[in-house]
C-alpha cells in the first residue's frame, strides 16, 4: 500500500468525492485508510453505567484505498506515487512533480 499515515489525501470517489484531509491511520492488510472528516457515520453508543445516558456520536470510518489519492507537495493536485532507490534504499516520489515525499 503506497498511502502512509500523515499524508495529504484527495477523494475520488463515493459519497465524498472531492474532500481532502489527513490520514490518521492505515489498515495495510485491509486495504483501507482513516481520513480525517472524511466517511463519517453516525453511531449509536448505549449507556455504560447507570448514571450516563446513552448517545448518537459522530464516528469516521475507513475508506478504500483504491478511492484516494496522494496531493501533490508542490502543486496540492493528486497525483500516483511512484518508488525508486536512493542512496540504497527505496523512497517514495510524487510521479507529477518528482518531488520525494517524507517517510
Do not use: C, Y
Not at 490520514?23 to 472524511?38: C, H, R, W
Not at 508542490?74 to 534504499?89: E, L
Amino acid at each position: 500500500m503506497k498511502i502512509k499515515k500523515g499524508d495529504n489525501i484527495k477523494v475520488m470517489s463515493g459519497k465524498d468525492k472531492g474532500k481532502t484531509g489527513k490520514v490518521t491511520e492505515a489498515f495495510p492488510s485491509e486495504n483501507k485508510v482513516l481520513i480525517e472528516g472524511v466517511n463519517i457515520r453516525k453511531v449509536h453508543e448505549r449507556a455504560r453505567k447507570s448514571n450516563q445516558k446513552g448517545q448518537i456520536i459522530q464516528k469516521a470510518f475507513p475508506i478504500n484505498v483504491s478511492n484516494v489519492m496522494l496531493l501533490d507537495p508542490k502543486t496540492n493536485t493528486p497525483t500516483r506515487i511512484g518508488k525508486k532507490k536512493v542512496d540504497g534504499t527505496f523512497v517514495r516520489f510524487a510521479k507529477k512533480s518528482g518531488i520525494v515525499l517524507a517517510k
